[in-house]
């Protein structure tokens, strides 16, 4: 009897771990790379936190839709075959999107994700031409690619110039690898449209060498305006070397991936990069609301903000990207009229992507089924007096030329 | 402890040549074999996909392991052989429409062509030189496809495939492409095992033992080496174009330096000089980190914050990495494969040892 008794007790304990199990599934997964370890970890372990972070808060005010979301991270050390495995650990557990992290990783999961059906967002990577979501209607750029980002810092250039390119000189100095080499079309198109003379100049990787670089830039071709697209070490070797051979850092302007506070503090501080120009898909500094309610959320639980914080460029990357995330699936949510979405509602959400800007942080993305990339918007910032100064508002550049060009895919 | 391995006579010079000489040996093989094929309809997807990721990886550590284990010559330019195979077959395939019997073989053959101009050096020089022989063959060949629009493709250096047909079918699923991708794993396995004991292994194993003593017997010293290269190379090539039509894209980046050295590292864990070895390395570099998180997903939570794993787990995956590497190398330089074979012995005789 006596035995009886606690077989029931066991029973009634595993229905209730059963049920409890059937409530937490009732969580939206989200499949979520990162790489902490890799060869791009200086970013990771910044903007994953971030993602992170962002997801706790949207947790903390009640999921969406009573649902509580889980951001499933696997980190792939920007190797190809676990970037694979990871994502077929996601769609095991039910992921309705994949935060894809890393090109290679981004190419090497398109065809599977189009065969799955599962949309994948990848803010920075990837090829340009995934904006089009005719051609690539599972990939999502969600942030300006390498050609709207050129062609925002032809913009930028220009305006800085006095609103004419005619006869000016503007020199491009690349990684000389396939992203490094992606922004080329658009520039080659834009010198013959706005009629300035352009020069590449390719950094072989690992690129932490660049001297007879900048001082070809600097004193053989001596352009109005520099162009710089480099990623890991190199945009600080960068600043470094314009700075030893006198050319001026506000007449360069970097791409996305040499825009941070840690490529700053690796050229030598922010005496040194006074003056440098870089292009950003995110907003940048701490005076958001979304961070101020971050910092909120650590403070109730008792905990000091997190210190990667610090890093506002990437961290308040990391928030976009939960944040366009979160946004899709709140879309989906709303037209399916429950939580129980299915991957394709979330494309659907991504496409209506409209309107929310998070006080700034984020541009005002348009997504639809055509533009993946929500516009290619753009903001630039300057090193100046010792953090980052917002020199513009978020603008598109040449917008038809770019649609243009994605129409015919370059 | 099974079986005893008294009583078998060879009456055959066909069966003392055999594979598997000894019945439990062909039972096992016949076992291994069977288990392969039902795997696949009992697994989830995911696993049956880590499976998959490990038939590829056995393909290259087999090719590498030719090199570096039987024939002694060390290189660190394996992944660029993957990538020469992924754009050759990319190229037919998209170029020519060519289907993946054409492809296949093609972008191993054109592998092994450049991995025997690769491996000319090998003729003057060896050991750690001969690994920065083949260092510079890997940045070289990296130089060349990301420069030359024609061999990948123009902007992103990356060549879209259509997944492999088979029979007017396309073979899209993780599930089809088990059997696409054991096919040619199980290819490569046999292939292996009788090349190790054909003329041309038995040379490679006296060129690794002793280079002068072997031209001394009479061994082709040139020869046999650029085979070896060629051979190792073949194998890379099959490896880069099975991966293409994997994921369906030829892309370089992924064959890049650290991938060599995964490989690299593969066969020192497995065994050089093993085709278990070999195999099991492949396990074990694939299977590694995906058990280091599923540990740590499931009981990481008692010792630490859900914020602190997530940062914890690649972390603990490269100490795990790195220190087994050195355990090994410093206990057990034989690799998984001794350590097999240790265990194995053990059996043997068990219980009555003596």
């Known amino acids: ?71 499933l991270e696997i980190d792939h050390e920007y190797k190809v075959p676990s970037a694979v495995e990871s994502y077929e650990r996601h769609k095991k557990e039910g992921a309705v999107l994949i935060g894809i992290y890393g090109t290679p990783q981004t190419l090497a999961l ?46 930028f250039a220009k305006n800085k110039l006095g609103g004419s390119l005619k006869g000016k000189k503007i020199a491009y100095l690349f990684y000389d690898n396939p992203a490094g080499k992606e922004p080329m079309p658009v520039l080659e198109a834009l010198a013959k449209e706005e009629g300035f003379e352009m020069r590449t100049f390719a950094v072989p990787p690992p690129g932490v060498e660049m001297g007879a670089q900048a001082l070809d830039i600097a004193q053989r071709f001596r352009p109005d305006f520099v162009i710089t697209h480099l990623f890991g070490r190199s945009p600080s070797v960068s600043i470094k070397e314009f700075k030893r051979v006198g050319y ?47 910092t909120e959320m650590y403070k109730k639980q ?44 979330v494309k659907l959400g991504f496409e209506q992507i409209k309107g929310f800007s998070l006080g700034g942080l984020v541009p005002p993305l348009e997504i ?24 513009t508002e978020w603008f598109k550049a040449y917008p038809t030329l770019l649609k243009k060009m994605l129409a015919t895919g370059g | 402890m099974f079986h005893r391995e008294s009583g078998y006579y060879k009456t055959t010079y066909a069966a003392d040549m055999a594979l598997y000489p000894l019945p439990v040996a062909r039972w096992t093989v016949a076992a291994i074999a069977l288990l392969m094929c039902a795997a696949p309809f009992f697994l989830h997807e995911y696993y049956v996909s880590i499976i998959n990721l490990i038939l590829v990886a056995t393909v290259g550590a087999l090719g590498l392991n030719i090199l570096v284990g039987y024939t002694g010559q060390i290189s660190i330019g394996h992944a660029a052989f993957m990538s020469v195979g992924a754009y050759t077959a990319a190229n037919l395939a998209v170029r020519m429409d060519l289907p993946f019997w054409v492809t296949l073989p093609a972008g191993g053959l054109m592998a092994a062509a450049v991995g025997a101009v690769v491996g000319i050096p090998s003729l003057r020089i060896r050991g750690l030189y001969l690994a920065i022989a083949t260092l510079a063959g890997q940045l070289i060949i990296e130089w060349t496809i990301n420069h030359v629009p024609w061999i990948s493709g123009g902007v992103q250096a990356s060549i879209e495939v259509a997944r492999p047909t088979l029979f007017g079918s396309q073979l899209k699923t993780q599930f089809q492409l088990y059997w696409f991708l054991l096919f040619f794993a199980v290819l490569a396995i046999v292939g292996t ?53 994997y994921l369906g894209i030829a892309n370089y980046e992924q064959f890049t330096l650290i991938t060599s050295i995964d490989y690299l590292a593969m066969i020192i864990i497995g065994g050089l000089g093993s085709i278990l070895g070999s195999i099991f390395g ?50 057990e330089p034989e690799g998984l494969n001794r350590l097999w074979r240790n265990i194995r012995n053990y059996f043997r005789v068990w219980p009555f040892s003596y």
């Open chain 1, 1 to 71: 009897m006596r035995n009886l008794k606690l077989l029931g007790a066991l029973a009634g304990a595993a229905a209730l771990a059963v049920s409890a199990s059937a409530f937490a599934q009732k969580e939206i997964v989200i499949g979520l790379q990162c790489d902490r370890t890799g060869p791009t970890q200086t970013v990771g372990v910044f903007l994953c936190p971030g993602y992170h972070d962002y997801i706790a808060l949207v947790n903390s005010k009640g999921g969406v839709g009573g649902s509580k979301i889980k951001a």
């Open chain 1, 110 to 155: 398109t065809q599977r994700l189009t065969e799955d059906k599962i949309a994948g967002t990848s803010p920075g990577f990837g090829a340009a031409a995934a904006a089009n979501g005719d051609r690539y209607p599972y990939i999502f750029p969600i942030a300006a690619t390498y050609w709207s980002q050129a062609a925002g810092a032809v913009q």
């Open chain 1, 248 to 294: 001026p850092l506000s007449k360069v302007v970097s791409f996305v991936w040499g825009a941070s506070e840690a490529d700053i503090q690796a050229a030598g501080g922010w005496a040194v990069a006074e003056g440098y120009n870089a292009i950003q898909f995110a907003g940048v500094g701490s005076d958001y609301p979304v961070l101020k309610e971050i």
């Open chain 1, 302 to 345: 008792g905990k000091p903000a997190p210190k990667e914080m610090a890093s506002t460029v990437f961290y308040n990357r990391g928030v976009l990207i939960a944040a366009v995330h979160v946004e899709a699936i709140r879309n989906a949510v709303k037209a399916k009229g429950g939580t129980n979405i299915t991957p394709h509602d």
């Open chain 1, 368 to 391: 639809n089924n055509v533009d993946h990339e929500g516009g290619g918007w753009v903001q630039v910032f300057q090193a100046k007096g010792g953090k980052w100064v917002k020199q």
């Open chain 2, 193 to 245: 095992l009788n090349l190790v004991r054909s003329r041309i292994g038995r040379a490679f194993i006296a060129i690794r033992d002793h280079d002068i003593a072997a031209e001394i017997l009479g061994i082709n010293i040139f020869r046999y080496k650029l085979i070896a290269f060629a051979i190792s190379s073949f194998y890379a090539g099959v490896t880069g174009v099975l991966y293409t039509y």
């Open chain 2, 282 to 331: 492949a396990i074990f570099v694939t299977l590694l980190p995906i058990l280091i998180r599923l540990g740590m997903e499931n009981w990481g939570a008692f010792l630490f914050g859900n914020t602190d794993i997530n940062n914890l787990i690649p972390n603990l995956r490269l100490i795990g990495f790195g220190g087994l590497i050195i355990l090994f190398l410093v206990l």
